[in-house]
């Protein structure tokens, strides 16, 4: 299945580094979503972008930037991040939120990150 | 605090036994509700999902879950399990007013030959 892809699939930098995630979704949806999975915690939404706006930043710390250039394209950029980011970094795609209409959300492989 | 719990962490089960997989949930108000599994070394997947109407729905393989409004519950069934259905299975919840999906901290079934 490749209606959402993750690159890369594997991640391992220093603190000092800046790296970037890139996810992209095949399904002609129009919102995009970040995840992070972390051992023994349920996964925590990210950032949420709808119909290419920022709808949802969950309290996700400032070395953790979003960037939705279109519908298709969402980038995680990185830097200096600690070692308690280590992580699954899931993306996420779903036909786009409008008002009080359920939507559904497909997810990428992810991006294991290893952060020394 | 709104929450979605999954009750059985570890699940190990013999082949052809029968499944249930508990999830209660916190929320008030609408909700849609989702199972999703994930297989070893595969990406989460769409199991099943509840938005409205029949409370009994139907997933891929054979899986079906029962909405229970009174119980906040959303309990996740197969009769009878094959050795290929060894996965992480999440619970999700999605309020109605809101963008997030909600998971539980998934339980892990080991299905033994």
């Known amino acids: 299945e490749t209606g959402v892809t993750q690159t890369p699939r594997h991640l391992v930098m220093g603190m000092t580094n800046k790296k970037s995630l890139k996810c992209e979704q095949h399904?002609?949806?129009?919102?995009m979503y970040w995840y992070k999975q972390s051992a023994k915690k349920p996964l925590e939404l990210m950032f949420v972008?709808?119909?290419?706006?920022?709808?949802e930043n969950n309290s996700v710390p400032s070395r953790f930037s979003p960037e939705c250039p279109n519908s298709s394209h969402l980038f995680l950029h990185l830097h200096t991040l600690q070692p308690e980011d280590s992580a699954l970094y899931l993306c996420?795609?779903?036909?786009?939120?409008?008002?009080?209409?359920?939507?559904?959300?497909?997810f990428g492989p992810g991006t294991r990150l290893t952060v020394l | 605090a709104q929450s979605v719990s999954q009750h059985n962490h570890h699940v190990i089960l013999s082949e052809a036994a029968s499944l249930e997989l508990g999830c209660n949930y916190s929320?008030?108000?609408?909700?849609?509700l989702f199972w999703y599994v994930q297989y070893p070394g595969q990406h989460l997947q769409l199991l099943l999902k509840?938005?409205?109407?029949?409370?009994l729905v139907k997933g891929i393989k054979g899986f079906e879950a029962e909405f229970i409004k009174s119980k906040f519950s959303f309990n996740l069934r197969k009769p009878s399990v094959q050795w290929s259905d060894t996965a992480e299975y999440f619970c999700?919840?999605?309020?109605?007013?809101?963008?997030?999906?909600?998971f539980g901290k998934g339980t892990s079934l080991l299905v033994t030959p």
């Open positions: 929320y008030g108000g609408t909700v849609n």
């Open positions: 972008y709808n119909f290419k706006e920022q709808t």
């Open positions: 399904l002609g949806h129009n919102a």
């Open positions: 509840y938005f409205s109407g029949d409370p």
């Open positions: 996420a795609s779903s036909q786009g939120q409008r008002a009080g209409v359920p939507d559904t959300q497909y």
């Open positions: 999700a919840v999605n309020p109605n007013s809101g963008y997030a999906l909600n």
